[in-house]
């Protein structure tokens, strides 16, 4: 079955860099994606990669995917403290193109 | 373009209750998907519609739960009775399905269900 996970909580200081990670279990998965969710708001897309690229790169965001290992990562560059969020990685299963939800990583970033 | 619009943002209902909520998709986007977010978790699928047809429902708890989608378009979501363990943010999310934008799933602002 499919299972993504997260680690819960990063804390750092504004114009420092974030990474979170992620590692899934579904070889299969085609795209893999980073949500962004503010408090009391739905799921807002980041960026997402395609499963036959390694890294990809949107202004200050940079997702990078080890497909051997099943590890993703998104490194968001200069952080803000409007990047406050919880983060979420997804993974898209091949067949019926759903997405399994890891748990959200929680990014605090401090002045 | 109009996003996922969902309705109403907010509830809360007793145990036993009923409640609906609706959701129109993004204009032209064939696929619809109804989410549950528990507090301090990620969003788990229900079900999956193609156009008005379901593709998805493993994850729906049938006895309590129902959704439709009887024109394509718009769909509801019905929880009869409502459980304390129902409270949670219901997403709804929309996909075009076509073209290299058609991978992209885009989600609405969720209604959030508490049952006391």
């Known amino acids: 079955g499919e299972d993504v996970e997260q680690s819960l909580f990063l804390s750092v200081r504004e114009g420092d860099s974030s990474v979170i990670n992620c590692t899934y279990t579904?070889?299969?998965?085609?795209?893999l994606y980073w949500y962004k969710q503010e408090p009391g708001a739905g799921l807002q897309l980041l960026t997402y990669i395609f499963s036959n690229m390694d890294m990809k790169q949107d202004q200050r965001l940079t997702v990078l995917l080890n497909k051997k290992d099943k590890h993703l990562s998104l490194r968001i560059a200069d952080t803000q403290t409007g990047d406050s969020a919880i983060y979420f990685c997804a993974e898209r299963n091949s067949g019926y193109s759903t997405l399994t939800f890891g748990k959200g990583t929680m990014l605090l970033v401090s002045p | 373009e109009a996003g996922v619009a969902q309705s109403p943002r907010y509830k809360i209902i007793e145990k036993r209750q009923s409640v609906a909520f609706w959701c129109n998709p993004i204009?032209?986007?064939?696929?619809l998907y109804w989410y549950q977010q528990i507090l301090g978790q990620g969003p788990k699928l229900l079900i999956q519609f193609q156009n008005n047809g379901v593709v998805d429902d493993s994850q729906l708890p049938k006895d309590r739960f129902s959704a439709e989608r009887l024109k394509g378009v718009d769909s509801t979501l019905k929880i009869q009775p409502a459980k304390l363990e129902d409270s949670a943010v219901y997403l709804c999310?929309?996909?075009?399905?076509?073209?290299?934008?058609?991978?992209?799933?885009?989600f609405g602002e969720g209604s959030w269900l508490t049952v006391v």
């Open positions: 204009s032209g986007h064939a696929t």
């Open positions: 999310a929309s996909k075009e399905n076509q073209g290299a934008v058609g991978n992209t799933i885009y």
């Open positions: 579904d070889s299969s998965s085609t795209y």
